[in-house]
């Protein structure tokens, strides 16, 4: 079956990677969700149809409805991924793309995403350099 939801992400990041760690252990139904590396041959594939930058993909997570023809991005882009896996992480998904919330969600997501190079280092065997904002070892 073709994945429903396309998730663009860093590979050189170490959250991102450890996202897409962390996703595929709670995924409900982890075929339905492919993660594709901003920086691979097959990224503009996906960004091209929505008027995605490069410059956009590398800022910020992005996600892909291919059902609905829609895009996801930040902390709305986490709640999508995170509203396919098992409860609890399912109702933490729902709350981050809860409206009313805004005002919490996006500045936590930003305040994470400038630092996130602090927290986590690439997994071994991966390339150092984080090219997403703010991301300088």
Known sequence: MNAQFIVLY???CGLCQRSQLFLNGWLKHPRYMRFV?????????????FAL???????????I???KNAVFKAE???GVCLEQCIA??????YLLRMRF???ITRPAYDWVAERRHRF???????????TLRSCKP
Do not use: F, I, N
């Open 88 to 93: 609890p992480w399912s109702w933490v998904g």
């Open 37 to 49: 590396d901003v920086h691979s041959e097959e990224a503009p594939r996906y960004l091209e149809p």
């Open 53 to 63: 930058s490069s410059d956009d993909t590398t800022q910020r997570m992005h996600v």
């Open 101 to 103: 919330l805004k005002g």
């Open 10 to 12: 860093d590979a050189t």
């Open 120 to 130: 986590l280092p690439p997994l071994p065997d991966q390339p150092t350099v984080c």
């Open 65 to 67: 409805d291919v059902e």
């Open 76 to 78: 709305e882009a986490v």
